[in-house]
Every structure is written in C-alpha cells, then in structure tokens.
C-alpha cells in the first residue's frame, strides 16, 4: 500500500514511504530507533481520504547516517522533504523525537502546518541515552541481537533490525542515537508556544516517560491544543493501534478548512 521513494539532501540520501493518492498531506515522523515502517498501520486506517508519507528520519531505517544530529539537521530534512513532494503545507504527526521536529518545525514554518498530533513527548525534555550503547556491532544470531535489546523494548525495535553476511545488527548506529538526544534535551517551551494550528496532544497512561502535570500545562498554554490521555505507553501507535488511530481520525475530521491547499 505504501510505495518507497527517496530524496537527497545536500549529502543525505533519505528515505520515505507514502501511501499516494491525492488527499490533504499528512507526514509521519517516528521516534529514536524507529522507522517510517512504523506507520504502516495508521496510513491504512486513513485512507483514502489522506496522503500519509512516512519519512526514514536521518540515521534510521533506509536513509544514510550523518555526521551530525543537530534541531537544525532534523528540522531541514523535513522542509527538504516538502520541498521534494512540491506541497505547501501538510500535517504533521510525531512521536517522541517525531514529536519534538513537528512542533519545532511548526514554530519556525508555521505557514507550512495544518495542524500537529504529537504523540508522547514534552516541551521540556531530558533523557538519557546512554544505555543503547552496548546494542551496538553486529550478533551471530537474531536471538542473540534480540536477547541484548531485552523483551519490554523488542517489539518496538524489531522492525529495525538487519541481516548482513556477517551476522545481524541495528539499522540505527546507538552513537547516533545518542548525540541525536543530546541535542534534542533542553527546555522548548518557546517553539511549543510559537504556532497556533490545531493541535492533538497524546499521552500514554501507562507511559514512564512523560508528566501529565507537563502535559496538562501544555494543553493549557497554548491556544487550540486538546490533549488526549489513551490506555498504553511511550509509542501508543503500537500500544494501542485502534485507540490511537480512532483519536486521529477524530481530530483530522475536526479540521476547519478542508480545501487541500497541495491541489491548487
């Protein structure tokens, strides 16, 4: 259902799947160590009546790796990616770090967002990455890559892995991971302020990574944001599928102005 394609930025070569079709644009932006894979599902759930593309952000899934992972880096990607689909303006859905360039975007191109769903990250962020470096090299078997990554993080992380001659590996470098999270860590609330589309705010109820004191502030702050709490943790896209793709389809259908600014 969803075809992939690829675009080039400056030295990058990035990837993405898109479903197609000539509905209102909505891009899907997945967290650390995942992959536009991940949003197979939800694309399903919305068409025909809208275009999903799901970008590989850099150092994931089939797009290159870089040199480095700056707000600045992430955040030119996808206006690169805008520029490659020739659209003016899109949707934008983010998980975790996809949430985070979503909003940020917003903030410095507000012209080019309909309206945000940020799926479980803050305007205040800090975590620490560290622990994902002994993921790192390649393992004899998928069991044994599997057995290190641990069963409460392999569902999330299973689409990403790789099988080479030598053995199996990451698709993701965790030496990326982490200086991408570096960068990302700080206190946001300027950007979360900055724009004033519509925006769904969605918090995992059993979630270890996000405050719903945080999250309440958030809503409460910024003019047009309704914020969600659905059963399931910090990736509710695979938590809880159906509760998660049901919200969506709620807000998309709540969206004042349905011309699709993409169709001339």
Same mark, same amino acid.
């Given at each position: 259902?969803?075809?992939?394609?690829?675009?080039?930025?400056?030295?990058?070569?990035?990837?993405?799947?898109?479903?197609?079709?000539?509905?209102?644009?909505?891009i899907a932006l997945h967290?650390?160590?995942?992959?536009?894979?991940?949003?197979?599902?939800?694309?399903?759930?919305?068409?025909?009546?809208?275009?999903?593309?799901?970008?590989?952000?850099?150092?994931? +899934?089939?797009?290159?790796?870089?040199?480095?992972?700056?707000?600045?880096?992430?955040?030119?990607?996808?206006?690169?990616?805008?520029?490659?689909l020739r659209v003016e303006?899109?949707?934008?859905?983010?998980?975790?770090?996809? +949430? &985070?360039?979503?909003?940020?975007?917003?903030?410095?191109?507000?012209?080019?967002?309909?309206?945000?769903?940020?799926?479980?990250?803050?305007?205040?962020?800090?975590?620490?990455?560290?622990?994902?470096?002994?993921?790192?090299?390649?393992?004899?078997?998928?069991?044994?890559? &599997?057995?290190?990554?641990?069963e409460r993080l392999l569902?999330?992380?299973?689409?990403?892995?790789?099988?080479?001659?030598?053995?199996?590996?990451?698709?993701?470098?965790?030496?990326?991971?982490?200086?991408?999270?570096?960068?990302?860590?700080?206190?946001?609330?300027?950007?979360?302020?900055?724009?004033?589309?519509?925006?769904?705010?969605?918090?995992?109820?059993?979630?270890?990574?996000?405050?719903?004191?945080?999250?309440?502030?958030?809503?409460?702050?910024?003019?047009?944001?309704?914020?969600?709490?659905?059963?399931?943790?910090?990736?509710?896209?695979?938590?809880?599928?159906?509760?998660?793709?049901?919200?969506?389809?709620?807000?998309?259908?709540?969206?004042?102005?349905?011309?699709?600014?993409?169709?001339?």
């Open positions: 259902m969803m075809q992939r394609d690829y675009f080039l930025h400056g030295d990058l070569r990035l990837s993405y799947l898109d479903t197609g079709g000539k509905g209102p644009l909505l967290a650390h160590w995942m992959e536009a894979e991940t949003y197979r599902r939800l694309a399903a759930h919305l068409k025909p009546g809208w275009r999903t593309v799901a970008l590989d952000q850099r150092g994931h +899934g089939h797009s290159d790796h870089a040199r480095s992972y700056t707000r600045d880096d992430h955040l030119g990607d996808l206006l690169a990616l805008y520029r490659h303006q899109a949707v934008l859905l983010g998980n975790s770090l996809g +949430g &985070a360039n979503a909003y940020q975007f917003a903030a410095r191109h507000p012209e080019r967002v309909r309206a945000l769903v940020i799926e479980e990250i803050g305007a205040v962020i800090d975590a620490d990455m560290e622990f994902v470096r002994p993921w790192a090299g390649t393992w004899p078997t998928r069991d044994a890559l &599997a057995e290190r990554i641990g569902p999330y992380l299973e689409p990403s892995f790789r099988h080479e001659d030598e053995g199996w590996r990451l698709a993701f470098e965790p030496e990326d991971i982490i200086a991408s999270q570096a960068a990302l860590n700080g206190n946001h609330w300027d950007d979360w302020l900055a724009s004033h589309c519509p925006a769904l705010l969605l918090r995992g109820r059993e979630s270890r990574l996000s405050k719903p004191e945080l999250f309440e502030q958030m809503a409460q702050r910024r003019p047009n944001t309704t914020l969600l709490t659905l059963a399931g943790g910090h990736v509710l896209h695979i938590d809880n599928p159906m509760g998660f793709a049901d919200a969506v389809r709620g807000f998309l259908a709540g969206l004042p102005d349905l011309h699709n600014p993409n169709e001339g």
